[in-house]
T-cell receptor, first 115, second 109 residues
Framework: GAGVSQSPSNKVTEKGKDVELRCDPI?????LYWYRQRLGQGLEFLIY????????KSGLPSDRFSAERTGESVSTLTIQRTQQEDSAVYLC?????????????FGEGSRLTVL | KQEVTQIPAALSVPEGENLVLNCSFT??????LQWFRQDPGKGLTSLLL?????REQTSGRLNASLDKSSGRSTLYIAASQPGDSATYLC????????FGAGTTVTVRA
């Protein structure tokens, strides 16, 4: 596609439910990142995928968060047993080059509201 | 851990003025640095990417400088317009991008 695509754009869920957020990177981009942005705050790194290498999960805040990516395609971020503090915009970004050199392009984000 | 500071936190100027946005970071062993803008309720739009070997990068009215050794980057926006109103984010990269809190710019018509 022309850009990074994320779905859903908005998700409202009840506390304790599981949610899945999807990211379609730019075709051919090998690197994919997930970030979280709480209201009025900066971006927090969550997880990074680079090709077939083991992902960098160092930013995941708890074991309720997990993410998968098959090859260089779609990624899903799953949050289990959602809590109100999980409410945020979840942003995905992709890059055409390796870990250190490429320009990152972001999607519009998935806004999650946990009631 | 990379710490990124952006000064000022907010800036309001009349149309036509030049803007100077400052970014400092604690770990200078970066591979590159990227500047983004973020409009309210939107994702991030990439403005400029400066590789660690470069001193500056230009795109239209935008110019970004990088002094890697001192851990500083500056974004200059010439002849500001109301459409430049947004939050500007600086992101130096080690093994991942780290973000500052941003500078919120308002350009008054």
């Amino acid at each position: 596609g022309a850009g990074v695509s994320q779905s859903p754009s908005n998700k409202v869920t009840e506390k304790g439910k599981d949610v899945e957020l999807r990211c379609d990177p730019i075709s051919g981009h090998t690197a994919l990142y997930w970030y979280r942005q709480r209201l009025g705050q900066g971006l927090e790194f969550l997880i990074y995928f680079q090709g077939n290498s083991a992902p960098d999960k160092s930013g995941l805040p708890s074991d309720r968060f997990s993410a998968e990516r098959t090859g260089e395609s779609v990624s899903t971020l799953t949050i289990q047993r959602t809590q109100q503090e999980d409410s945020a915009v979840y942003l995905c970004a992709s890059s055409s080059q390796g870990a250190h050199s490429g320009e990152l392009f972001f999607g519009e984000g998935s806004r999650l509201t946990v009631l | 851990k990379q710490e990124v500071t952006q000064i000022p936190a907010a800036l309001s100027v009349p149309e036509g003025e030049n803007l100077v946005l400052n970014c400092s970071f604690t770990d200078s062993a970066i591979y590159n640095l990227q500047w983004f803008r973020q409009d309210p309720g939107k994702g991030l739009t990439s403005l400029l990417l400066i590789q660690s070997s470069q001193r500056e990068q230009t795109s239209g009215r935008l110019n970004a400088s990088l002094d890697k050794s001192s851990g500083r980057s500056t974004l200059y926006i010439a002849a500001s317009q109301p459409g430049d109103s947004a939050t500007y984010l600086c992101a130096p990269r080690l093994n991942k991008l780290s973000f500052g809190a941003g500078t919120t710019v308002t350009v008054r018509a």
